[in-house]
């Protein structure tokens, strides 16, 4: 998308750049658009359109900015998939402008194919034809469950599907990736003394849950010895050895991840990550 940007920055078919994206990935927005030297952009966090203190500003920002010759994305456009959102109608009302736009996703439909109807109303209403998301929901789905609420098919699909079809690119995973080269490393590392007295002794007593045939005790003895090797200092140090980059690192254990955040200084995402500081 931005290499599409460059070019009509190039050739004066647009004279700036408005990015709507999740507050979390606005700084890589930034680093790339200064890579690939686009002028004149903004951006703008999705979330900020939700913030009673922020929204009014931020919408009348965008009125202001947008005129025909403005280029606007819209990353992760599926946060503005629901219509009835404080966030959706005042976003479309904001940009409702003709210009050039782009959306995108890796998530288009999270429930059901209604999670489309918003999301093209921001590139254009005319796609669609409806005046109305109770007009669409009308024409193509089919309610149902105890309550009466649920979708639970669909009609005229291939009319819906023919309507998008000239407005969609479609990249798979393993187009993105095949021209990137996979490589393994793998380097050993060894518990110190007092580690490694701890692990025989969970070792020790693994092989006399297992002499017992206590299966379920032998499962949990084995976690035990995952553990302490997962939290073991050298494991760290290893670990530093062959970073070469800012990388995403995976664990299992919550020894383990608060070890590599005090390490690494790198926030952690996981089950007990509230969504406002997954926002961030």
């Not at 004279?15 to 999740?22: A, G, R």
């Not at 976690?223 to 140090?237: F, G, M, P, T, W």
Request: charged share 30%; hydrophobic share 35%.
């Amino acid at each position: 998308s931005l290499t599409a940007i460059k070019s009509r920055q190039d050739a004066d078919i647009i004279d700036n750049v408005i990015i709507i994206c999740p507050v979390r990935l606005t700084n890589q927005w930034e680093r790339y658009c200064k890579i690939f030297n686009i002028k004149n952009f903004s951006i703008y966090g999705i979330q900020h359109f939700s913030n009673e203190s922020l929204r009014e500003t931020k919408s009348n920002e965008l009125e202001n900015f947008i005129t025909e010759k403005t280029q606007i994305i819209i990353d992760e456009s599926h946060m503005f998939k629901n219509s009835k959102a404080i966030r959706t109608p005042i976003f479309i009302k904001a940009i409702n402008t003709d210009c050039y736009k782009i959306i995108m996703t890796g998530t288009p439909i999270g429930k059901h194919m209604g999670d489309l109807y918003s999301q093209f109303e921001i590139l254009d209403k005319k796609i669609l034809n409806y005046s109305s998301y109770t007009e669409f929901e009308r024409m193509h789905l089919l309610y149902g469950g105890t309550d009466g609420k649920k979708v639970v098919g669909y009609v005229n699909i291939e009319e819906f599907a023919y309507s998008l079809e000239p407005y969609i690119f479609r990249l798979k995973r393993k187009d993105v990736l095949k021209d990137r080269k996979i490589t393994y490393t793998k380097k050993a590392f060894y518990l110190d003394e007092e580690e490694r007295e701890e692990y025989n002794k969970k070792l020790k007593e693994l092989e006399q849950l297992k002499e017992k045939g206590k299966d379920f005790a032998v499962l949990g003895a084995i976690v035990k010895l995952q553990q302490i090797v997962s939290a073991s200092q050298n494991r760290i140090e290893c670990l530093k050895s062959i970073i070469n980059c800012r990388p995403i690192i995976f664990y299992k254990f919550d020894k383990e991840a608060e070890l590599i955040k005090k390490e690494f200084d790198y926030p952690i995402l996981n089950g007990k990550t509230k969504k406002k500081d997954f926002d961030k």
